[in-house]
């Protein structure tokens, strides 16, 4: 497993990923997603995922905005 375990992503219609990120500390990480929430929820169709990478390799989505997305 690398060294950025948080993953951060932007997409918008169609799964577009507008933007990404990635971060070693879930609270920097936690901090630049409700950062994207506030610079990024007036994109139509924005949706915002906060993820980390387990051993194995697979990804966990901690949060999403907006809820249930």
């Not at 994207?36 to 169709?45: D, L, N, Q």
């Not at 980390?52 to 901690?62: K, S």
Request: a negative charge; glycine letters at 6%; charged letters at 20%.
């Amino acid at each position: 497993m690398g060294d950025h375990r948080y993953h951060l992503t932007l997409t918008t219609t169609a799964d577009r990923t507008v933007m990404d990120g990635q971060w070693s500390n879930l609270a920097t990480a936690e901090r630049k997603f409700r950062s994207w929430i506030g610079s990024y929820s007036a994109i139509p169709s924005a949706h915002i995922a906060l993820a980390e990478q387990a051993t194995d390799a697979t990804w966990t989505e901690l949060k999403a905005w907006p809820d249930g997305a």
